[in-house]
């Protein structure tokens, strides 16, 4: 609600040294015309004072921050006054042994880096009682070399320099025939010092094994080895039906291969007992 002026109020200050002019008397209007006041004040809003931080709370953040400063400057000059510790030379004409006996090296049977660095051939399951000598087998003298193995596979062109690239080793072998039934058993060994080849091979192996025709197992004690039993044969005009069947496990640096070849469908005993016992060599 606008507040009419006062009367006499002066709308600005006067000029130094002059006396104000006094004020024309308005004339007096009826005073049953003038509208009576406004009885009730408007009521202003109160501020709200904000509450002050307490002092005990600054109290001790300043005590906290003078003792981290205390404790540093006094762990500081305690250091300062100390002698340097001195450190033995780079060079030394003889390093000194630790007293005691020193613990005796692993034996080949306890050690398997040892055994797997040997003759791998001795580490191939024998050829059973019975059982004559493969004559077909690729092997010299039980081992296949690089191009000897690259021939095993239906395109040696391309295989061989991925066996390169995962640092191909060696290859043990022994092989034997059994009535109907024909058997070769393969230790491929990997140098490994880029990847885990050996892994990457047997995956690779048991992509190409599995299929629709054949079952399947997994073999025991291995982390991902499987056997594969087929049930179509094989037939050539002027042969016998030959089924097959085959093993892939690894463990550590070899991956374990096996091969097998009978008239009659492999059963899962004679593969999986194969495949173990292998393993349990390695």
């Known amino acids: 609600m606008e507040v009419p002026e006062r009367p006499g109020e002066p ?37 709200v004072r904000a509450r002050r931080r307490g002092r005990t709370a600054l109290l001790i953040a300043g005590a906290v921050v003078l003792g981290l400063l205390a404790g540093t400057c006094t762990g500081y000059l305690v250091q300062a006054d100390r002698e340097p510790t001195k450190l033995p ?3 030394q004409p003889k390093l000194k042994q630790s007293k005691g006996e020193a613990p005796e090296p692993l034996s080949a049977a306890r050690d398997r880096r040892v055994r797997t660095d040997g003759d791998l051939r001795k580490l191939l399951l ?21 191009a000897s193995y690259a021939e095993t596979f239906s395109d040696p062109k391309d295989i061989f320099p991925e066996l390169v690239g995962n640092e191909f080793r060696r290859a043990a072998v022994v092989a034997w025939e059994q009535g109907q039934t024909a058997v070769e058993i393969r230790l491929v ?16 192996a048991h992509y190409w094994a599995d299929d629709d025709d054949n079952h399947s197992w997994p073999i025991p004690g291995t982390e991902d080895g499987m056997a594969y039993a087929y049930t179509r044969p094989e037939t050539k005009p002027g042969y016998l039906p030959q089924y097959e069947a085959k093993a892939f496990a690894w463990r550590g640096d070899i991956v374990m291969e096996i ?16 495949a173990k016992r292998q393993m349990e060599r390695l």
């Open 259 to 274: 091969f097998v070849s009978s008239t009659k469908t492999v059963g899962k005993k004679t593969l999986l007992g194969l």
């Open 11 to 47: 709308e600005g200050m006067a000029p130094p040294g002059t006396a104000p002019a006094p004020a024309e008397p308005e004339p007096v209007a009826d005073p049953a015309a003038i509208e009576p006041a406004a009885t009730e004040p408007e009521t202003a809003a109160v501020p």
């Open 189 to 204: 060994q990997y140098r490994q010092e880029e990847s885990m080849a050996a892994a990457e091979e047997a995956r690779g």
């Open 89 to 91: 030379p780079l060079s």
């Open 126 to 146: 024998k050829k059973p009682r019975g059982a004559k000598e493969a004559d077909w087998s690729s092997a010299d003298d039980g081992w296949m070399d690089l």
